[in-house]
């Protein structure tokens, strides 16, 4: 690519730049000048490269932007070039310009993209596209090539998103993940926490200790907390034996009033449900060897409102279906129709092949809906 601005600027500027036998102004650039003497003015540059300084020379001598078969990353070097030399017209057009025809690639280098961004508030354009990504899109976030060069900020910010669509295990590995790239040391040389010391827990919690206040922990399943076990010493006591009580039995929530409440995740990725929400399922899997009844009343994201018991092992069956009675949930629940149609409205409970009552007297009642869901093991 290669664009031309100020098309009246003399051509004459360029061949003024190529000869280099006259001039009166040296400019130092990079690390390794290569200067020349008798000269009245003498100015450094040691924050630009000599590559990106050529192409920024051009720019102001003839109007020309030459970034032919460049990397992306050139883009934003030259960006910070132009900031740093105050030439706003190139960079409102590099701004454009990535943000019009390298979304992919800026994506892909979040991180990279994000810090660069940040440098200087001539970049508004940028810094919003990024913000606007982090918002919309934060999945692809943790898919980009440098996530692990993401600001504590940013990956707190990710991380607190109430309807970030992803599964609660996957957040915690690449919290995990950023807390080793902090830690360049146990990254390399020691990654398996087994074989961790006190002062490598110890690192690890100061690192990770304003990320993981965010994590859901109460929404992985029993099999995703085995996962989790050999990190116990990121955890504070109470929390940890309050994960354990919750998967010995799901009707028990945390006593900090402060966890944080699962995230809104679609249902549709997981389960096809008009009534079961990711805070239910989460629970059930916990049960996932027994068979469970649920019964929700007026269950708003508070698990304790919500009614679990276990089929008796005396009991035939946990669930069946006649076509003259509907659904029968053991026999504690009957749903019958009192006529030919498929319109149940007949129905009856009374204690019998599960554990607990879920109503307190034995009698007729009505229901809205119900869902009966069969669980599986992977």
Same mark, same amino acid.
């Given at each position: 690519?290669?664009?031309? *601005?100020? /098309? ?5 500027? +360029?061949? =003024?730049? #190529?000869? %280099? ?5 040296? @400019? &130092? ?72 025809n390298k979304s992919v690639w800026i994506e892909q280098h979040f991180g990279f993209t994000q810090k660069i961004s940040s440098k200087s508030n001539n970049f508004l354009e940028l ?19 440098? *996530?692990? /060069? ?5 990956? +707190?910010? =990710?991380? #607190?998103? %109430? ?5 609660? @295990? &996957? ?10 790239a902090q830690n360049h040391t146990l990254n390399t040389n020691n990654p398996d926490p087994n074989d961790w010391s006190d002062d490598d827990f110890k690192k690890m919690k100061n ?103 276990? @089929? ?49 007297t034995d009698d007729k009642f009505q229901i809205e809906d119900y869902e009966v869901f069969k669980i599986m093991k992977k």
């Amino acid at each position: 690519m290669s664009t031309q *601005f100020f /098309s009246k600027l003399s051509q004459n500027y +360029i061949e =003024l730049l #190529k000869d %280099d036998e006259y001039y009166d102004i040296t @400019i &130092e650039v990079g690390e390794d000048p290569n200067n020349k003497d008798n000269v009245l003015a003498h100015v450094k540059l040691p924050n630009i490269s000599p590559e990106i300084f050529q192409i920024i020379i051009e720019y102001i001598y003839g109007g020309i932007l030459s970034l032919n078969e460049r990397d992306t990353s050139d883009f934003l070097k030259i960006l910070i070039a132009a900031d740093e030399l105050h030439l706003q017209e190139l960079i409102d057009y590099l701004q454009k310009y990535l943000i019009d025809n390298k979304s992919v690639w800026i994506e892909q280098h979040f991180g990279f993209t994000q810090k660069i961004s940040s440098k200087s508030n001539n970049f508004l354009e940028l810094q919003e596209f990024c913000t606007n990504l982090m918002a919309q899109f934060p999945e692809k976030i943790f898919k980009s090539f440098d *996530f692990t /060069s993401l600001s504590e900020k940013s990956l +707190i910010s =990710l991380i #607190k998103m %109430d309807d970030l669509q992803m599964k609660e @295990i &996957e957040v915690w590995e690449h919290v995990l993940e950023w807390g080793l790239a902090q830690n360049h040391t146990l990254n390399t040389n020691n990654p398996d926490p087994n074989d961790w010391s006190d002062d490598d827990f110890k690192k690890m919690k100061n690192t990770l200790q304003h990320c993981l206040p965010s994590i859901r922990l109460f929404s992985l399943s029993s099999e995703e907390f085995l996962k989790i076990r050999p990190y116990k010493k990121l955890l504070n006591n109470q929390l940890y034996e309050d994960i354990i009580n919750s998967h010995m039995n799901p009707s028990v929530g945390p006593t900090d009033k402060n966890i944080v409440l699962p995230r809104n995740i679609k249902t549709e990725r997981f389960i096809c449900s008009k009534i079961v929400d990711l805070v239910l399922v989460s629970a059930v899997s916990k049960w996932i060897d027994k068979a469970v009844i649920i019964i929700n009343g007026k269950f708003d994201h508070n698990i304790k409102d919500a009614i679990f018991s276990n @089929i008796q092992d005396t009991a035939e069956y946990a669930v069946c279906y006649c076509r003259t009675d509907g659904p029968i949930f053991g026999r504690d629940i009957v749903i019958r129709t009192s006529n030919e149609s498929t319109n149940y409205n007949d129905v009856r409970y009374k204690k019998d092949y599960y554990e607990k009552r879920i109503r307190d007297t034995d009698d007729k009642f009505q229901i809205e809906d119900y869902e009966v869901f069969k669980i599986m093991k992977k």
